[in-house]
C-alpha cells in the first residue's frame, strides 16, 4: 500500500507473490524465448527462483551490493561480484537478468553494461517489480512504474535486524 504522501509502499508476502506472477506474465506475453536466468543477489533472488521455475530455465546468481549506510538507505559504493553462479556451463545465449527494483538505476546499468561486454551473450533483457521515476535505468520488463520513488518495505525485511535468538522466541510456548 503506497502512502498518502507517496513516500512509502507497503508490500506484504500476498503482494509480493501477486506482483511476481504478473511480472511472469509479462514476460510470457512479450513472446521473447530465453535461454538462462541471471539474478542479482540478494534483491532479485526471490523473483529469479520464480521465473526459473515458471520458465523451466537454470538460474545464475551474481551477487551485486550498493546500500550501506543507514541500514540499508544510502547508498554507497557498487560492489559487482567477479564471478557468475551458474548450475552447469557460463553464462550465454539470451539472458534474462532479474532484479526486484529499479532504484536509482545504478546498479541495473552497470550490470547491463558488464553482460553488453561477454561475447557469449547472444541477447540480454531485464525484469524487475518495480522500476521508480528517478531511475536512470529503465528495465525492458517491469510490473509497476513508481512515479514518486517512494521507499519500498518488502515482506522479508522483517529479517534484516532478526537475530536466532530472535527468532527463537517466536516458537516458545
Known amino acids: 500500500m503506497l502512502t498518502d504522501d507517496g513516500k512509502h509502499l507497503y508490500v506484504s508476502w500476498d503482494e509480493y507473490h501477486m506482483l511476481t506472477e504478473r511480472l511472469a506474465l ?37 551477487s551485486t551490493s550498493s ?18 553462479t551458474m548450475p552447469k556451463g557460463e553464462l550465454a545465449g539470451r539472458v534474462l537478468l532479474v532484479d526486484d527494483l529499479a532504484d536509482s538505476g545504478v546498479t541495473l546499468k552497470a550490470v547491463v553494461e558488464r553482460l553488453r561486454g561477454m561475447p557469449a551473450i547472444s541477447e540480454l533483457r531485464s525484469a524487475v517489480i518495480w522500476t521508480k521515476g528517478v531511475s536512470s535505468y529503465t528495465p525492458d520488463y517491469y510490473v509497476e512504474m513508481l512515479e514518486t520513488s517512494p521507499w519500498i518495505h518488502q515482506p ?9 535468538d530472535a527468532l527463537a522466541k517466536k516458537f516458545v510456548v
Open 26 to 62: 509479462k514476460i510470457h506475453a512479450s513472446g521473447w524465448e530465453f535461454d538462462q536466468i541471471l539474478c542479482l543477489a540478494r534483491g532479485g533472488m526471490r523473483p529469479g527462483d520464480v521465473l526459473s521455475r515458471v520458465f523451466d530455465k537454470p538460474l545464475g546468481i551474481m
Open 156 to 164: 522479508f525485511e522483517e529479517y534484516d535486524d532478526m537475530r536466532p
Open 67 to 84: 546500500y550501506r549506510a543507514e541500514a540499508g538507505t544510502i547508498q554507497g559504493r557498487l560492489d559487482i561480484a567477479k564471478y557468475i
